[in-house]
Protein backbone atom coordinates (compact mmCIF):
# COMPACT_ATOMS: atom_id res chain seq x y z
CA UNK A 1 0.00 0.00 0.00
CA UNK A 2 1.01 3.64 -0.83
CA UNK A 3 2.15 5.96 2.01
CA UNK A 4 3.13 9.67 1.90
CA UNK A 5 4.71 11.46 3.73
CA UNK A 6 4.98 15.35 4.26
CA UNK A 7 7.76 17.15 6.51
CA UNK A 8 7.92 18.96 8.02
CA UNK A 9 4.73 18.96 9.90
CA UNK A 10 4.35 22.93 10.44
CA UNK A 11 6.83 25.57 9.27
CA UNK A 12 6.71 29.20 10.58
CA UNK A 13 8.94 31.37 8.47
CA UNK A 14 9.49 35.33 8.18
CA UNK A 15 7.72 37.20 5.18
CA UNK A 16 9.92 36.91 2.17
CA UNK A 17 11.99 33.94 3.39
CA UNK A 18 11.74 31.01 0.22
CA UNK A 19 10.95 27.60 1.65
CA UNK A 20 10.56 24.37 0.66
CA UNK A 21 8.21 21.59 1.70
CA UNK A 22 9.01 18.11 1.19
CA UNK A 23 6.78 15.01 0.04
CA UNK A 24 7.78 11.42 -0.11
CA UNK A 25 5.96 8.16 -1.05
CA UNK A 26 7.13 4.66 -1.43
CA UNK A 27 5.33 2.90 -4.66
CA UNK A 28 7.28 4.90 -7.42
CA UNK A 29 4.15 3.33 -9.93
CA UNK A 30 2.28 6.26 -9.82
CA UNK A 31 0.66 8.38 -12.85
CA UNK A 32 1.17 11.46 -11.06
CA UNK A 33 1.28 13.68 -8.52
CA UNK A 34 -0.59 16.89 -7.30
CA UNK A 35 0.03 19.70 -4.77
CA UNK A 36 -2.80 21.17 -2.99
CA UNK A 37 -3.42 24.28 -0.55
CA UNK A 38 -6.27 23.92 1.99
CA UNK A 39 -7.28 26.93 3.92
CA UNK A 40 -9.05 26.30 7.94
CA UNK A 41 -12.43 24.69 7.47
CA UNK A 42 -12.13 24.99 3.73
CA UNK A 43 -11.79 22.51 0.51
CA UNK A 44 -8.61 21.86 -1.40
CA UNK A 45 -7.17 24.25 -3.90
CA UNK A 46 -4.93 22.45 -6.32
CA UNK A 47 -1.37 23.96 -6.90
CA UNK A 48 0.35 22.37 -9.54
CA UNK A 49 0.59 18.59 -10.77
CA UNK A 50 3.55 17.04 -12.23
CA UNK A 51 2.82 14.02 -14.78
CA UNK A 52 4.82 10.66 -13.96
CA UNK A 53 6.78 11.71 -17.45
CA UNK A 54 8.02 15.14 -15.87
CA UNK A 55 10.51 16.73 -13.52
CA UNK A 56 8.90 19.77 -12.38
CA UNK A 57 5.87 22.09 -12.86
CA UNK A 58 6.34 26.23 -12.05
CA UNK A 59 3.01 28.71 -11.64
CA UNK A 60 4.34 31.54 -10.34
CA UNK A 61 6.35 32.23 -7.38
CA UNK A 62 5.78 28.25 -6.97
CA UNK A 63 7.95 25.10 -8.45
CA UNK A 64 7.54 21.57 -7.87
CA UNK A 65 9.76 19.28 -8.15
CA UNK A 66 9.23 15.61 -8.98
CA UNK A 67 12.26 12.21 -8.90
CA UNK A 68 9.60 9.42 -9.34
CA UNK A 69 12.42 6.68 -8.89
CA UNK A 70 13.52 8.28 -5.23
CA UNK A 71 9.97 8.70 -4.44
CA UNK A 72 10.02 12.52 -3.70
CA UNK A 73 8.78 15.68 -4.62
CA UNK A 74 9.24 18.90 -3.05
CA UNK A 75 7.55 22.38 -3.53
CA UNK A 76 9.57 25.68 -3.46
CA UNK A 77 7.47 28.87 -2.73
CA UNK A 78 9.93 31.96 -3.40
CA UNK A 79 9.35 35.49 -1.73
CA UNK A 80 6.79 34.28 0.86
CA UNK A 81 3.73 36.05 1.96
CA UNK A 82 1.43 36.13 4.91
CA UNK A 83 -1.06 35.06 2.65
CA UNK A 84 0.69 31.76 1.50
CA UNK A 85 0.16 30.79 5.58
CA UNK A 86 -2.32 27.56 5.14
CA UNK A 87 -1.51 23.62 4.82
CA UNK A 88 0.05 21.99 1.89
CA UNK A 89 -0.91 18.48 0.88
CA UNK A 90 0.61 16.22 -1.65
CA UNK A 91 -1.59 13.53 -3.23
CA UNK A 92 -0.05 10.44 -5.65
CA UNK A 93 -2.03 8.92 -7.98
CA UNK A 94 -1.94 5.27 -9.05
CA UNK A 95 -5.77 4.26 -9.35
CA UNK A 96 -6.55 5.08 -5.95
CA UNK A 97 -5.28 8.95 -4.60
CA UNK A 98 -3.32 8.64 -1.44
CA UNK A 99 -2.59 11.97 0.57
CA UNK A 100 0.20 12.90 2.57
CA UNK A 101 -0.46 14.28 6.05
CA UNK A 102 0.06 17.77 5.40
CA UNK A 103 2.31 20.40 6.26
CA UNK A 104 1.19 23.70 8.22
CA UNK A 105 2.63 27.01 6.89
CA UNK A 106 2.73 30.11 8.98
CA UNK A 107 4.20 33.21 7.15
CA UNK A 108 4.36 36.26 9.82
CA UNK A 109 4.49 39.42 8.88
CA UNK B 1 -18.25 28.41 -13.66
CA UNK B 2 -16.59 24.59 -13.32
CA UNK B 3 -17.30 23.42 -10.03
CA UNK B 4 -18.37 20.53 -7.59
CA UNK B 5 -20.79 21.35 -5.38
CA UNK B 6 -22.13 19.05 -2.01
CA UNK B 7 -24.95 19.04 -0.13
CA UNK B 8 -25.28 19.45 2.68
CA UNK B 9 -22.47 21.33 4.43
CA UNK B 10 -22.96 20.06 7.77
CA UNK B 11 -24.83 17.67 9.36
CA UNK B 12 -25.65 16.59 12.52
CA UNK B 13 -27.46 13.36 13.18
CA UNK B 14 -28.19 9.93 15.30
CA UNK B 15 -26.69 6.82 15.12
CA UNK B 16 -28.46 4.48 12.84
CA UNK B 17 -30.49 7.26 10.69
CA UNK B 18 -29.73 6.88 7.17
CA UNK B 19 -28.00 10.04 5.29
CA UNK B 20 -27.03 10.57 1.73
CA UNK B 21 -24.56 13.50 0.75
CA UNK B 22 -25.08 14.00 -2.76
CA UNK B 23 -21.83 15.57 -4.82
CA UNK B 24 -22.71 16.93 -8.55
CA UNK B 25 -20.20 18.12 -10.91
CA UNK B 26 -20.14 20.11 -14.38
CA UNK B 27 -17.24 19.43 -16.00
CA UNK B 28 -17.97 16.22 -17.57
CA UNK B 29 -15.30 14.43 -15.71
CA UNK B 30 -15.20 10.82 -15.90
CA UNK B 31 -13.62 10.32 -12.67
CA UNK B 32 -14.98 11.31 -9.28
CA UNK B 33 -14.20 10.19 -5.58
CA UNK B 34 -14.70 11.00 -2.23
CA UNK B 35 -12.62 11.16 1.06
CA UNK B 36 -12.81 11.52 4.60
CA UNK B 37 -10.66 13.97 6.33
CA UNK B 38 -9.57 13.18 10.21
CA UNK B 39 -7.34 15.01 12.27
CA UNK B 40 -3.95 12.85 12.38
CA UNK B 41 -4.89 10.65 9.52
CA UNK B 42 -4.91 13.21 6.64
CA UNK B 43 -7.55 12.46 3.57
CA UNK B 44 -8.79 8.81 3.25
CA UNK B 45 -10.40 8.02 -0.16
CA UNK B 46 -13.48 6.21 0.70
CA UNK B 47 -15.01 5.41 -3.30
CA UNK B 48 -14.23 6.32 -6.61
CA UNK B 49 -15.82 5.78 -9.52
CA UNK B 50 -13.78 5.73 -12.90
CA UNK B 51 -17.14 5.81 -15.07
CA UNK B 52 -20.89 5.80 -15.13
CA UNK B 53 -22.31 2.49 -13.13
CA UNK B 54 -18.28 1.84 -12.54
CA UNK B 55 -17.25 2.37 -8.71
CA UNK B 56 -14.16 0.74 -6.34
CA UNK B 57 -13.52 0.66 -3.11
CA UNK B 58 -10.48 2.89 -1.45
CA UNK B 59 -9.16 2.64 1.85
CA UNK B 60 -11.76 2.51 3.95
CA UNK B 61 -15.34 1.98 2.33
CA UNK B 62 -16.91 0.67 5.59
CA UNK B 63 -20.24 1.60 6.14
CA UNK B 64 -20.48 3.32 3.23
CA UNK B 65 -22.45 3.13 -0.67
CA UNK B 66 -21.84 4.99 -3.56
CA UNK B 67 -23.74 4.63 -7.13
CA UNK B 68 -22.82 6.30 -10.35
CA UNK B 69 -26.09 6.04 -12.15
CA UNK B 70 -25.15 9.78 -14.00
CA UNK B 71 -21.89 10.85 -15.06
CA UNK B 72 -22.63 13.75 -12.77
CA UNK B 73 -23.29 12.60 -9.80
CA UNK B 74 -22.08 10.46 -7.62
CA UNK B 75 -23.94 10.18 -4.01
CA UNK B 76 -22.80 8.80 -1.04
CA UNK B 77 -24.91 6.89 1.65
CA UNK B 78 -24.33 5.90 4.82
CA UNK B 79 -27.36 3.46 5.65
CA UNK B 80 -26.95 3.21 9.62
CA UNK B 81 -24.16 6.10 10.48
CA UNK B 82 -21.92 5.07 13.63
CA UNK B 83 -20.16 7.73 15.82
CA UNK B 84 -16.62 7.09 13.91
CA UNK B 85 -18.24 8.23 10.83
CA UNK B 86 -18.14 11.76 12.71
CA UNK B 87 -15.71 13.49 10.03
CA UNK B 88 -15.13 15.69 7.39
CA UNK B 89 -16.00 14.42 4.03
CA UNK B 90 -14.91 15.79 0.68
CA UNK B 91 -16.22 15.16 -3.26
CA UNK B 92 -13.24 15.41 -5.75
CA UNK B 93 -13.73 14.91 -9.64
CA UNK B 94 -10.98 14.45 -12.26
CA UNK B 95 -10.69 15.17 -15.82
CA UNK B 96 -8.57 14.02 -18.90
CA UNK B 97 -5.63 16.40 -17.58
CA UNK B 98 -5.67 14.57 -14.27
CA UNK B 99 -5.96 17.49 -12.42
CA UNK B 100 -8.82 17.14 -9.84
CA UNK B 101 -11.07 19.73 -8.18
CA UNK B 102 -12.88 19.26 -4.52
CA UNK B 103 -16.04 20.54 -3.42
CA UNK B 104 -16.03 22.78 -0.80
CA UNK B 105 -16.95 19.76 1.65
CA UNK B 106 -19.64 17.98 4.35
CA UNK B 107 -19.26 17.93 8.21
CA UNK B 108 -20.95 15.18 9.25
CA UNK B 109 -21.84 14.63 13.22
CA UNK B 110 -23.28 11.16 14.24
CA UNK B 111 -23.89 11.48 18.43
Known amino acids: KQEVTQIPAALSVPEGENLVLNCSFT??????LQWFRQDPGKGLTSLLL?????REQTSGRLNASLDKSSGRSTLYIAASQPGDSATYLC????????FGTGTSLTVIP | EAQVTQNPRYLITVTGKKLTVTCSQNMNHEYMSWYRQDPGLGLRQIYYSMNVEVTDKGDVPEGYKVSRKEKRNFPLILESPSPNQTSLYFCASQGQSYEQYFGPGTRLTVT
Open chain 1, 50 to 54: IQSSQ
Open chain 1, 91 to 98: AVNGNQFY
Open chain 1, 27 to 32: DSAIYN
